[in-house]
């Protein structure tokens, strides 16, 4: 049995987001409570050369609709990464979901063979063919930013485990 392109990103991409959103609403009660300033969580980071944990959450957004977006053969939207709060950061999330949620199954026909050209760094290029752009990095470099937001809120003494990272299934 096969799985499509579709079945194997949106759903994986919508339910980690709804996860990151549950668990910076959490890490927003938890400063609130301790009368913590949220900039120190927004800027925690787990060693001085990692991004801090806003920006893991604006990456994890980029990929959630980069990916998908790219196997749907359609563009991918551009976001100005002004987010100072966790508000900001939430309402990215509910912005990328929707974007997310907007794509339909049939632009992923064909999209394990569809060419991905990547641009990492100039004069950087690669290309994958859609399958491998979603299992190899896509899906990877996604989870990684997400579990660092994990990390640095755990670290922090937020109190969630792995059922909050892992989300609704």
């Not at 604006?58 to 196997?71: E, G, M, T, Y």
């Amino acid at each position: 049995m096969s799985i499509s392109m579709h079945a194997a990103s949106v759903p994986v991409f919508k339910q980690f987001l709804t996860s990151l959103d549950a668990l910076l609403a959490k890490a927003e009660q938890h400063a609130a409570e301790r009368k913590i300033d949220p900039g120190a969580l927004l800027q925690a980071r787990l060693f001085p050369d990692m991004f801090p944990l806003l920006r893991q959450v604006q990456i994890a957004c980029d990929f959630a609709k980069s990916v998908p977006a790219r196997l749907a053969g359609t563009d991918v939207p551009v976001d100005d990464d002004t987010e100072q709060d966790f508000g900001q950061l939430r309402a990215r999330i509910a912005k990328t979901l929707a974007f997310v949620d907007s794509l339909a199954a049939e632009a992923f026909e064909g999209a394990e063979r569809r060419e991905i050209v990547l641009r990492p760094g100039t004069p950087k290029e690669r290309k994958l063919d859609g399958r491998t752009y979603l299992l190899h990095y896509g899906l990877p470099q996604f989870f990684f930013h997400v579990a660092t937001a994990y990390d640095l809120l755990r670290h922090n003494g937020i109190e969630i485990g792995k059922k909050d990272y892992m989300g609704a299934y």
